[in-house]
Protein backbone atom coordinates (compact mmCIF):
# COMPACT_ATOMS: atom_id res chain seq x y z
CA UNK A 1 0.00 0.00 0.00
CA UNK A 2 1.19 3.76 -0.87
CA UNK A 3 1.41 5.93 2.01
CA UNK A 4 0.58 9.63 1.72
CA UNK A 5 1.67 12.93 3.71
CA UNK A 6 0.28 16.86 2.73
CA UNK A 7 3.70 18.69 3.20
CA UNK A 8 3.67 22.99 2.25
CA UNK A 9 7.68 23.07 2.06
CA UNK A 10 9.75 21.16 0.00
CA UNK A 11 12.67 21.67 2.88
CA UNK A 12 10.17 18.21 4.64
CA UNK A 13 10.92 16.16 1.50
CA UNK A 14 13.12 12.82 2.45
CA UNK A 15 16.19 13.10 0.16
CA UNK A 16 16.21 11.47 -3.16
CA UNK A 17 12.50 12.00 -4.16
CA UNK A 18 10.77 12.73 -8.26
CA UNK A 19 9.77 16.14 -7.77
CA UNK A 20 7.19 16.47 -10.40
CA UNK A 21 5.23 20.22 -10.74
CA UNK A 22 4.06 22.50 -13.09
CA UNK A 23 6.59 25.82 -13.96
CA UNK A 24 4.93 28.45 -12.51
CA UNK A 25 5.37 26.83 -9.02
CA UNK A 26 6.15 28.79 -6.58
CA UNK A 27 7.51 25.94 -3.97
CA UNK A 28 10.17 25.18 -6.55
CA UNK A 29 13.79 25.85 -5.64
CA UNK A 30 15.63 28.35 -6.87
CA UNK A 31 18.16 27.08 -9.10
CA UNK A 32 19.75 27.30 -12.69
CA UNK A 33 18.51 24.10 -13.51
CA UNK A 34 15.00 24.95 -12.46
CA UNK A 35 15.44 28.47 -14.24
CA UNK A 36 16.33 26.21 -17.97
CA UNK A 37 13.50 23.57 -17.61
CA UNK A 38 11.01 26.55 -16.96
CA UNK A 39 12.18 28.03 -20.07
CA UNK A 40 11.59 25.12 -22.25
CA UNK A 41 7.77 25.03 -22.06
CA UNK A 42 7.58 21.34 -22.69
CA UNK A 43 8.00 18.34 -20.88
CA UNK A 44 11.21 18.32 -19.11
CA UNK A 45 12.90 15.98 -17.44
CA UNK A 46 16.05 15.62 -15.66
CA UNK A 47 18.16 13.19 -13.77
CA UNK A 48 21.22 15.15 -13.05
CA UNK A 49 22.43 17.86 -10.45
CA UNK A 50 18.79 17.53 -9.37
CA UNK A 51 19.86 17.34 -5.46
CA UNK A 52 18.46 16.81 -3.27
CA UNK A 53 16.00 15.60 -5.53
CA UNK A 54 16.86 12.19 -7.50
CA UNK A 55 14.74 13.50 -10.32
CA UNK A 56 12.78 16.79 -11.09
CA UNK A 57 10.02 16.74 -13.95
CA UNK A 58 8.10 19.73 -15.10
CA UNK A 59 4.86 19.47 -16.74
CA UNK A 60 3.69 22.21 -18.93
CA UNK A 61 0.72 24.34 -16.96
CA UNK A 62 -1.98 23.11 -19.60
CA UNK A 63 -1.55 19.72 -18.70
CA UNK A 64 -2.40 20.27 -15.28
CA UNK A 65 -5.75 21.90 -16.88
CA UNK A 66 -6.53 19.28 -19.03
CA UNK A 67 -9.67 17.66 -18.06
CA UNK A 68 -10.82 15.95 -21.21
CA UNK A 69 -7.55 13.77 -22.73
CA UNK A 70 -6.13 12.71 -19.32
CA UNK A 71 -3.25 14.33 -20.95
CA UNK A 72 -1.17 14.23 -17.08
CA UNK A 73 -1.55 10.92 -16.64
CA UNK A 74 -0.37 10.26 -20.02
CA UNK A 75 3.00 12.32 -19.58
CA UNK A 76 3.24 11.00 -16.48
CA UNK A 77 2.99 6.87 -17.02
CA UNK A 78 6.04 6.44 -18.90
CA UNK A 79 7.79 8.24 -16.61
CA UNK A 80 6.69 5.88 -13.46
CA UNK A 81 7.01 2.87 -15.35
CA UNK A 82 10.47 2.47 -13.84
CA UNK A 83 10.27 4.48 -11.12
CA UNK A 84 14.09 6.06 -9.98
CA UNK A 85 12.80 6.45 -6.83
CA UNK A 86 10.14 4.63 -4.23
CA UNK A 87 9.09 8.40 -2.81
CA UNK A 88 7.26 10.87 -5.35
CA UNK A 89 6.46 14.73 -4.72
CA UNK A 90 3.54 15.93 -6.99
CA UNK A 91 2.88 19.40 -6.70
CA UNK A 92 -0.70 19.95 -6.72
CA UNK A 93 -1.01 24.23 -5.91
CA UNK A 94 -2.76 24.86 -9.09
CA UNK A 95 -4.47 22.06 -10.95
CA UNK A 96 -7.88 21.73 -12.26
CA UNK A 97 -10.29 19.42 -9.42
CA UNK A 98 -10.86 16.25 -12.05
CA UNK A 99 -7.12 16.52 -13.09
CA UNK A 100 -6.43 16.21 -9.37
CA UNK A 101 -8.71 13.26 -8.57
CA UNK A 102 -7.45 11.44 -11.72
CA UNK A 103 -3.91 11.95 -11.20
CA UNK A 104 -4.19 11.10 -7.40
CA UNK A 105 -6.06 7.47 -8.63
CA UNK A 106 -3.34 7.29 -11.12
CA UNK A 107 -0.59 7.34 -8.48
CA UNK A 108 -2.37 5.31 -5.96
CA UNK A 109 -3.15 2.52 -8.64
CA UNK A 110 0.73 2.13 -8.72
CA UNK A 111 0.74 -0.20 -5.78
CA UNK A 112 -0.42 -3.03 -8.41
CA UNK A 113 1.49 -4.52 -11.27
CA UNK A 114 1.31 -7.42 -13.24
CA UNK A 115 4.31 -9.27 -11.88
CA UNK A 116 2.18 -9.03 -8.91
CA UNK A 117 0.25 -12.30 -9.88
CA UNK A 118 3.33 -13.99 -9.79
CA UNK A 119 3.35 -15.42 -13.78
CA UNK A 120 6.38 -13.71 -15.01
CA UNK A 121 9.33 -13.81 -13.57
CA UNK A 122 10.77 -10.43 -12.17
CA UNK A 123 13.35 -8.17 -11.00
CA UNK A 124 12.77 -8.29 -7.06
CA UNK A 125 15.35 -5.18 -7.16
CA UNK A 126 12.70 -3.44 -9.04
CA UNK A 127 11.90 0.33 -7.30
CA UNK A 128 8.10 0.76 -6.53
CA UNK A 129 6.42 3.58 -5.45
CA UNK A 130 5.47 3.29 -1.97
CA UNK A 131 5.20 7.16 -0.58
CA UNK A 132 3.51 10.09 -2.23
CA UNK A 133 4.10 13.71 -0.64
CA UNK A 134 1.37 16.11 -1.75
CA UNK A 135 2.78 19.40 -2.25
CA UNK A 136 0.07 21.86 -1.05
CA UNK A 137 -0.94 25.13 0.55
CA UNK A 138 -1.96 25.73 3.81
CA UNK A 139 -5.61 26.88 2.86
CA UNK A 140 -6.38 23.52 0.78
CA UNK A 141 -4.86 21.03 3.32
CA UNK A 142 -8.32 20.28 4.92
CA UNK A 143 -10.26 19.69 1.55
CA UNK A 144 -7.39 18.03 0.13
CA UNK A 145 -7.02 15.67 3.28
CA UNK A 146 -10.46 14.31 2.78
CA UNK A 147 -9.86 13.97 -1.33
CA UNK A 148 -6.90 12.10 -0.91
CA UNK A 149 -8.51 9.17 1.71
CA UNK A 150 -10.73 9.16 -0.99
CA UNK A 151 -9.22 8.85 -4.03
CA UNK A 152 -6.78 6.30 -2.03
CA UNK A 153 -9.77 4.23 -1.39
CA UNK A 154 -11.10 4.21 -4.80
CA UNK A 155 -7.81 3.12 -6.39
CA UNK A 156 -7.80 0.72 -3.71
CA UNK A 157 -11.36 -0.72 -4.77
CA UNK A 158 -9.89 -0.66 -8.65
CA UNK A 159 -6.25 -2.46 -8.11
CA UNK A 160 -9.11 -5.15 -6.26
CA UNK A 161 -10.98 -5.00 -9.24
CA UNK A 162 -7.79 -5.30 -11.80
CA UNK A 163 -5.96 -7.87 -10.23
CA UNK A 164 -8.86 -10.17 -10.22
CA UNK A 165 -9.64 -9.32 -13.84
CA UNK A 166 -6.15 -9.94 -15.32
CA UNK A 167 -5.91 -13.59 -14.24
CA UNK A 168 -5.96 -15.62 -16.47
CA UNK A 169 -9.22 -17.78 -16.98
CA UNK A 170 -8.22 -21.34 -16.52
CA UNK A 171 -7.72 -20.13 -12.96
CA UNK A 172 -10.59 -17.80 -12.86
CA UNK A 173 -13.69 -18.80 -12.89
CA UNK A 174 -17.10 -18.82 -11.30
CA UNK A 175 -16.23 -21.18 -8.57
CA UNK A 176 -12.81 -18.99 -8.12
CA UNK A 177 -14.05 -15.50 -8.30
CA UNK A 178 -17.09 -16.62 -5.24
CA UNK A 179 -13.84 -17.82 -3.25
CA UNK A 180 -12.31 -14.31 -3.49
CA UNK A 181 -14.89 -12.06 -3.34
CA UNK A 182 -15.52 -13.84 0.23
CA UNK A 183 -11.97 -13.70 1.13
CA UNK A 184 -11.52 -10.05 -0.07
CA UNK A 185 -14.77 -9.14 1.78
CA UNK A 186 -14.00 -11.15 5.01
CA UNK A 187 -12.08 -8.45 7.11
CA UNK A 188 -15.26 -5.98 6.78
CA UNK A 189 -17.90 -6.61 9.52
CA UNK A 190 -20.26 -4.59 6.94
CA UNK A 191 -19.73 -6.99 4.24
CA UNK A 192 -21.43 -10.33 4.09
CA UNK A 193 -21.80 -12.44 1.02
CA UNK A 194 -23.84 -15.14 -0.09
CA UNK A 195 -23.43 -17.49 -3.05
CA UNK A 196 -25.69 -19.43 -5.20
CA UNK A 197 -24.34 -22.29 -6.75
CA UNK A 198 -25.48 -24.61 -9.83
CA UNK A 199 -28.38 -26.47 -8.16
CA UNK A 200 -29.44 -23.28 -6.28
CA UNK A 201 -29.48 -20.93 -9.65
CA UNK A 202 -32.13 -23.71 -11.30
CA UNK A 203 -33.53 -23.67 -8.01
CA UNK A 204 -34.20 -20.46 -7.69
CA UNK A 205 -35.43 -20.35 -12.03
CA UNK A 206 -32.38 -18.72 -13.31
CA UNK A 207 -32.42 -19.97 -16.23
CA UNK A 208 -30.91 -17.72 -17.93
CA UNK A 209 -28.15 -17.55 -16.29
CA UNK A 210 -27.81 -21.56 -16.50
CA UNK A 211 -28.48 -21.78 -20.10
CA UNK A 212 -24.39 -19.84 -20.58
CA UNK A 213 -23.13 -21.01 -17.32
CA UNK A 214 -24.04 -25.06 -18.48
CA UNK A 215 -22.37 -25.72 -21.34
CA UNK A 216 -18.93 -25.35 -19.35
CA UNK A 217 -17.21 -27.59 -16.61
CA UNK A 218 -16.61 -24.60 -14.05
CA UNK A 219 -20.70 -24.47 -13.09
CA UNK A 220 -21.91 -20.89 -13.19
CA UNK A 221 -22.26 -18.80 -9.51
CA UNK A 222 -24.20 -16.00 -8.41
CA UNK A 223 -22.74 -13.84 -5.56
CA UNK A 224 -24.10 -10.96 -4.00
CA UNK A 225 -22.34 -8.72 -1.69
CA UNK A 226 -24.39 -6.89 1.19
CA UNK A 227 -22.76 -3.75 2.57
CA UNK A 228 -24.90 -2.31 5.82
CA UNK A 229 -23.69 1.26 6.33
CA UNK A 230 -26.56 1.80 8.28
CA UNK A 231 -29.09 0.08 9.51
CA UNK A 232 -32.25 1.28 7.70
CA UNK A 233 -32.90 3.41 4.29
CA UNK A 234 -33.17 2.07 0.76
CA UNK A 235 -30.42 -0.28 -1.21
CA UNK A 236 -28.53 0.89 -3.65
CA UNK A 237 -28.32 -1.94 -5.87
CA UNK A 238 -25.24 -3.07 -8.53
CA UNK A 239 -25.22 -5.87 -10.86
CA UNK A 240 -21.70 -7.09 -12.98
CA UNK A 241 -21.33 -9.06 -15.92
CA UNK A 242 -19.22 -11.95 -14.94
CA UNK A 243 -18.38 -14.00 -18.00
CA UNK A 244 -14.92 -15.51 -16.89
CA UNK A 245 -14.18 -16.19 -20.38
CA UNK A 246 -16.07 -16.36 -23.65
CA UNK A 247 -15.53 -18.38 -26.99
CA UNK A 248 -18.85 -16.83 -28.00
CA UNK A 249 -20.12 -20.70 -27.24
CA UNK A 250 -21.64 -22.21 -30.60
CA UNK A 251 -21.14 -18.63 -32.38
CA UNK A 252 -17.79 -19.12 -32.40
CA UNK A 253 -15.66 -16.08 -31.86
CA UNK A 254 -12.36 -15.56 -34.42
CA UNK A 255 -9.05 -16.04 -32.42
CA UNK A 256 -7.91 -12.59 -32.53
CA UNK A 257 -11.64 -11.50 -30.80
CA UNK A 258 -11.19 -14.37 -28.35
CA UNK A 259 -8.06 -12.94 -26.82
CA UNK A 260 -9.49 -10.44 -24.43
CA UNK A 261 -11.73 -12.32 -23.32
CA UNK A 262 -10.81 -13.34 -19.99
CA UNK A 263 -12.15 -9.95 -19.35
CA UNK A 264 -15.46 -9.97 -20.07
CA UNK A 265 -15.58 -10.56 -15.85
CA UNK A 266 -15.01 -7.05 -15.60
CA UNK A 267 -18.34 -5.71 -14.79
CA UNK A 268 -18.43 -8.12 -11.98
CA UNK A 269 -14.65 -7.39 -10.79
CA UNK A 270 -15.61 -3.71 -10.56
CA UNK A 271 -18.96 -4.09 -8.53
CA UNK A 272 -16.24 -6.25 -5.97
CA UNK A 273 -13.91 -3.20 -6.17
CA UNK A 274 -17.02 -0.59 -5.25
CA UNK A 275 -18.18 -2.49 -2.36
CA UNK A 276 -14.75 -2.59 -1.27
CA UNK A 277 -14.51 0.92 -1.56
CA UNK A 278 -17.67 1.60 -0.13
CA UNK A 279 -16.89 -0.75 3.23
CA UNK A 280 -13.36 0.99 3.26
CA UNK A 281 -14.80 4.64 3.53
CA UNK A 282 -17.29 3.60 5.79
CA UNK A 283 -20.56 5.41 3.96
CA UNK A 284 -23.92 5.27 5.44
CA UNK A 285 -25.56 3.50 3.17
CA UNK A 286 -26.98 0.20 2.09
CA UNK A 287 -25.50 -1.59 -1.25
CA UNK A 288 -25.77 -4.86 -2.74
CA UNK A 289 -23.57 -6.47 -5.52
CA UNK A 290 -24.52 -8.85 -7.54
CA UNK A 291 -21.78 -10.61 -9.73
CA UNK A 292 -23.50 -12.85 -12.78
CA UNK A 293 -20.58 -15.41 -13.21
CA UNK A 294 -20.33 -18.05 -15.84
CA UNK A 295 -18.03 -19.38 -18.56
CA UNK A 296 -19.40 -19.07 -21.87
CA UNK A 297 -17.88 -22.40 -23.22
CA UNK A 298 -18.69 -25.03 -26.13
CA UNK A 299 -19.47 -28.34 -24.39
CA UNK A 300 -22.39 -31.30 -24.96
CA UNK A 301 -24.34 -29.07 -22.87
CA UNK A 302 -23.64 -25.54 -24.60
CA UNK A 303 -26.83 -23.72 -25.12
CA UNK A 304 -27.58 -23.66 -29.26
CA UNK A 305 -29.49 -21.25 -31.50
CA UNK A 306 -33.02 -21.67 -30.96
CA UNK A 307 -33.14 -22.56 -27.73
CA UNK A 308 -35.98 -20.84 -25.09
CA UNK A 309 -35.12 -20.16 -21.60
CA UNK A 310 -36.69 -18.72 -18.40
CA UNK A 311 -35.66 -15.97 -16.47
CA UNK A 312 -36.27 -16.06 -12.48
CA UNK A 313 -39.15 -13.11 -13.23
CA UNK A 314 -40.84 -15.21 -15.55
CA UNK A 315 -39.91 -14.37 -19.00
CA UNK A 316 -38.99 -16.28 -21.89
CA UNK A 317 -35.79 -15.27 -24.55
CA UNK A 318 -35.33 -17.18 -27.25
CA UNK A 319 -31.21 -17.01 -27.95
CA UNK A 320 -30.67 -16.44 -31.16
CA UNK A 321 -27.09 -15.91 -31.12
CA UNK A 322 -25.22 -17.60 -28.26
CA UNK A 323 -21.95 -14.78 -28.32
CA UNK A 324 -24.91 -12.59 -26.60
CA UNK A 325 -24.19 -14.05 -23.39
CA UNK A 326 -24.10 -11.35 -21.25
CA UNK A 327 -27.45 -9.94 -21.78
CA UNK A 328 -28.72 -12.95 -20.86
CA UNK A 329 -27.12 -12.98 -17.14
CA UNK A 330 -27.35 -9.69 -16.43
CA UNK A 331 -30.95 -9.85 -17.05
CA UNK A 332 -31.52 -12.75 -14.90
CA UNK A 333 -29.31 -10.80 -12.01
CA UNK A 334 -31.18 -7.80 -12.37
CA UNK A 335 -34.67 -9.49 -12.14
CA UNK A 336 -33.42 -11.31 -8.98
CA UNK A 337 -31.88 -8.51 -7.26
CA UNK A 338 -35.29 -6.44 -7.67
CA UNK A 339 -36.98 -9.68 -6.28
CA UNK A 340 -34.35 -9.37 -2.98
CA UNK A 341 -35.16 -5.56 -2.83
CA UNK A 342 -38.42 -4.61 -4.20
CA UNK A 343 -38.42 -0.55 -3.21
CA UNK A 344 -34.19 -0.55 -3.91
CA UNK A 345 -32.99 2.86 -4.79
CA UNK A 346 -32.18 2.03 -7.89
CA UNK A 347 -30.48 -0.85 -9.84
CA UNK A 348 -27.17 0.56 -12.38
CA UNK A 349 -26.09 -2.60 -14.31
CA UNK A 350 -22.39 -2.70 -15.13
CA UNK A 351 -20.66 -4.83 -18.59
CA UNK A 352 -18.14 -5.58 -20.93
CA UNK A 353 -21.10 -5.94 -23.52
CA UNK A 354 -21.12 -4.98 -27.05
CA UNK A 355 -18.14 -4.21 -29.54
CA UNK A 356 -20.77 -1.84 -31.27
CA UNK A 357 -20.40 0.88 -28.06
CA UNK A 358 -16.81 1.00 -28.45
CA UNK A 359 -17.41 1.94 -32.58
CA UNK A 360 -20.08 4.54 -31.06
CA UNK A 361 -17.97 5.79 -27.82
CA UNK A 362 -14.18 5.03 -28.52
CA UNK A 363 -12.32 3.65 -25.74
CA UNK A 364 -12.59 6.96 -23.34
CA UNK A 365 -16.44 7.08 -22.80
CA UNK A 366 -18.54 4.43 -21.19
CA UNK A 367 -22.44 3.90 -22.61
CA UNK A 368 -24.79 4.89 -20.50
CA UNK A 369 -28.83 4.10 -21.26
CA UNK A 370 -31.66 4.70 -19.08
CA UNK A 371 -35.53 5.81 -19.03
CA UNK A 372 -35.06 7.54 -15.69
CA UNK A 373 -34.06 11.30 -16.49
CA UNK A 374 -32.48 12.02 -12.72
CA UNK A 375 -30.41 9.11 -13.03
CA UNK A 376 -29.00 9.96 -15.93
CA UNK A 377 -27.96 13.57 -14.93
CA UNK A 378 -26.24 12.54 -11.79
CA UNK A 379 -24.25 9.81 -13.63
CA UNK A 380 -23.14 12.29 -16.42
CA UNK A 381 -22.45 14.88 -14.16
CA UNK A 382 -20.39 12.67 -11.41
CA UNK A 383 -18.38 11.49 -14.74
CA UNK A 384 -17.61 14.99 -15.69
CA UNK A 385 -16.41 15.73 -11.77
CA UNK A 386 -14.17 12.30 -11.34
CA UNK A 387 -12.94 12.02 -15.23
CA UNK A 388 -14.57 8.71 -15.70
CA UNK A 389 -17.01 10.18 -18.10
CA UNK A 390 -20.32 8.10 -19.61
CA UNK A 391 -22.68 9.32 -23.00
CA UNK A 392 -25.77 8.84 -22.87
CA UNK A 393 -27.34 6.36 -25.93
CA UNK A 394 -31.21 6.74 -26.69
CA UNK A 395 -33.40 3.72 -24.78
CA UNK A 396 -37.24 3.94 -26.08
CA UNK A 397 -40.09 2.08 -27.49
CA UNK A 398 -38.54 2.26 -31.16
CA UNK A 399 -36.18 -0.38 -30.32
CA UNK A 400 -39.10 -2.67 -29.55
CA UNK A 401 -38.66 -4.34 -32.85
CA UNK A 402 -34.94 -5.52 -31.96
CA UNK A 403 -35.68 -7.82 -29.46
CA UNK A 404 -39.25 -9.29 -31.13
CA UNK A 405 -39.63 -13.43 -31.00
CA UNK A 406 -41.94 -15.09 -32.58
CA UNK A 407 -41.63 -17.92 -30.45
CA UNK A 408 -40.49 -16.57 -26.54
CA UNK A 409 -41.21 -13.09 -24.93
CA UNK A 410 -37.64 -11.83 -26.05
CA UNK A 411 -34.75 -12.56 -28.23
CA UNK A 412 -31.26 -11.82 -27.33
CA UNK A 413 -30.35 -9.91 -30.38
CA UNK A 414 -31.94 -7.84 -33.08
CA UNK A 415 -32.22 -9.74 -36.36
CA UNK A 416 -31.12 -6.66 -38.22
CA UNK A 417 -28.03 -6.47 -37.18
CA UNK A 418 -28.73 -2.86 -36.45
CA UNK A 419 -28.25 -0.81 -32.43
CA UNK A 420 -26.99 -3.23 -30.99
CA UNK A 421 -25.48 -1.85 -28.00
CA UNK A 422 -29.27 -0.07 -27.64
CA UNK A 423 -31.06 -3.32 -28.53
CA UNK A 424 -29.32 -4.82 -25.76
CA UNK A 425 -30.41 -1.87 -23.11
CA UNK A 426 -33.79 -2.46 -24.24
CA UNK A 427 -33.76 -6.29 -23.54
CA UNK A 428 -32.49 -5.33 -20.07
CA UNK A 429 -34.94 -3.04 -19.17
CA UNK A 430 -37.63 -5.70 -19.12
CA UNK A 431 -36.24 -7.53 -15.96
CA UNK A 432 -35.98 -4.65 -13.94
CA UNK A 433 -39.78 -3.33 -12.24
CA UNK A 434 -40.44 -0.05 -13.52
CA UNK A 435 -41.14 1.18 -10.27
CA UNK A 436 -37.37 1.00 -9.62
CA UNK A 437 -34.56 3.55 -11.49
CA UNK A 438 -32.32 1.44 -13.50
CA UNK A 439 -29.30 2.52 -15.71
CA UNK A 440 -26.78 0.43 -17.63
CA UNK A 441 -23.41 0.57 -18.29
CA UNK A 442 -21.55 -0.19 -21.18
CA UNK A 443 -18.03 -0.56 -20.08
CA UNK A 444 -16.69 -2.33 -23.63
CA UNK A 445 -14.51 0.80 -24.23
CA UNK A 446 -13.58 1.71 -20.60
CA UNK A 447 -12.71 -1.45 -18.73
CA UNK A 448 -9.38 -2.20 -20.60
CA UNK A 449 -6.53 0.07 -20.46
CA UNK A 450 -4.61 -0.02 -23.85
CA UNK A 451 -1.36 0.78 -24.85
CA UNK A 452 1.91 -0.79 -26.86
CA UNK A 453 -1.24 -3.55 -28.47
CA UNK A 454 -1.57 -4.80 -24.90
CA UNK A 455 -4.76 -4.62 -22.60
CA UNK A 456 -5.09 -5.04 -19.11
CA UNK A 457 -8.03 -3.91 -16.66
CA UNK A 458 -8.87 -0.59 -15.95
CA UNK A 459 -11.00 -0.45 -12.87
CA UNK A 460 -13.45 1.82 -14.59
CA UNK A 461 -16.31 2.87 -13.73
CA UNK A 462 -15.39 2.15 -10.39
CA UNK A 463 -14.44 6.14 -10.02
CA UNK A 464 -18.06 6.92 -11.69
CA UNK A 465 -19.63 4.76 -9.83
CA UNK A 466 -18.56 6.34 -5.78
CA UNK A 467 -18.44 9.94 -7.32
CA UNK A 468 -22.36 9.36 -8.19
CA UNK A 469 -22.27 7.97 -4.18
CA UNK A 470 -20.33 10.47 -2.88
CA UNK A 471 -22.59 13.20 -4.35
CA UNK A 472 -26.04 11.61 -3.09
CA UNK A 473 -24.45 11.55 0.56
CA UNK A 474 -23.14 15.41 -0.05
CA UNK A 475 -26.52 16.02 -0.65
CA UNK A 476 -28.53 14.64 2.22
CA UNK A 477 -26.26 15.96 3.93
Not at 55 to 70: E, F, G, V
Not at 171 to 185: D, E, I, N, S, Y
Not at 358 to 376: F, H, N, P
Not at 412 to 441: E, G, K, R
Request: charged share 15%; with cysteine; net charge negative.
Amino acid sequence: MITFQLIHSLSTVHPGAHLIAHPTSQPLPDTTLIEEMRAANVIADACFGCAPFKRITLLPQALWQDSLTDGLVNALRPLLATPVSANVVIDVTDIDSTVLLQLLRFLFNQAYRLDDLQLKTADSATTRLSHIDVLCLPEQRETLEAIVRQQQAIANGMMAARRLADIPSDRCTPHFVAGQVQALCAPYPTLHCEVLDEQQIVEQGLGLLHAVGKGATCPPRLVAIHYDGASEGPVRCYVGKGITFDTGGLWLKEGAGMYTMKYDMCGAANVLGLLLTAAELRLPVRMMGVLALAENAIGPNAMQPGNVARACNGMTVEINNTDAEGRLVLADAIAWASQRHPQAHYIIDIATLTGAVVKALGYELSGLMTQDEQLRDHLTCAGKICGDEVWSLPLDARLKKQTDSAIADLCNTPTNNAAISASAAWLLHHFCPPTIPWAHLDISGTALWREGGRSVASGRPIPLLMQHLLNALAVEE
